[in-house]
Structure formats: C-alpha cells, structure tokens
C-alpha cells in the first residue's frame, strides 16, 4: 500500500527556518498533485501548499512569501520550506496525495517566541 511519511518538525524560534520532507512509497505519487496541510488542536486542517504534477505551486495567503513547496519526483519526495516563522505556524503539518486521498501521520512543529 502506498505510504505517505513526513518528517524534519521539530521546535524552531519566531523568524528562523524548518524543512520538512515527505517520502512517498510507490511512484504512483510522482503523476498527481501532492499538498501539504496543517491542524492546530480544535481548528480544521487547512491547505497551506500544493505542487502540481508539471511543479505549478500555489500557497495560502498566510505562508506567500515564506513557505517554498518543492518536489523530487525521481527521489518521490516532497518538501516544505518553511522561512521567517511565526508562532502562528505552530501545527501539526501533514503530507497529502488528494487524489488518492492520502495521508502522512503528521510532524508537528512549534514555534517559540
């Protein structure tokens, strides 16, 4: 079964940096448009990046400018880039092929002021 595994969160200061990587198992993955999303405790989980499948990116409105997606489609890798935090990134940040409807376990990250 095709796997979605996140990692790279971890505890980052307000203003520094943090890279998350997906590894996704199964070369299915590497036709299809991958997403990363976010959940804070009592909040939906929100959309805050997608790559197509040709590399077109799109963000959230709140992570323009800071938050870079990019894919490894020979690697079946994905990441997140993530600048110039904030304590408002603080989440739980899932890997997503929506298409498949699948998900990672989730990598928390937490920004300290």
């Known amino acids: 079964q095709a796997q979605l595994v996140e990692s790279g969160g971890g505890l980052v200061q307000a203003g520094g940096s943090l890279r998350l990587s997906c590894a996704a198992s199964?070369?299915?993955?590497?036709?299809?448009?991958m997403a990363w999303y976010r959940q804070t405790p009592g909040k939906q989980r929100e959309l805050v990046a997608q790559i197509t499948a040709g590399g077109r990116t799109s963000y959230a409105d709140y992570v323009k400018g800071r938050f870079t997606i990019s894919r490894d489609k020979v690697k079946n890798m994905m990441y997140l880039e993530m600048n110039s935090m904030r304590h408002e990134d603080t989440a739980v940040y899932y890997c997503s092929a929506p298409f498949y409807d699948s998900w990672g376990q989730g990598t928390q990250v937490t920004v300290t002021s």
């Open positions: 199964g070369s299915v993955f590497s036709t299809v448009t």
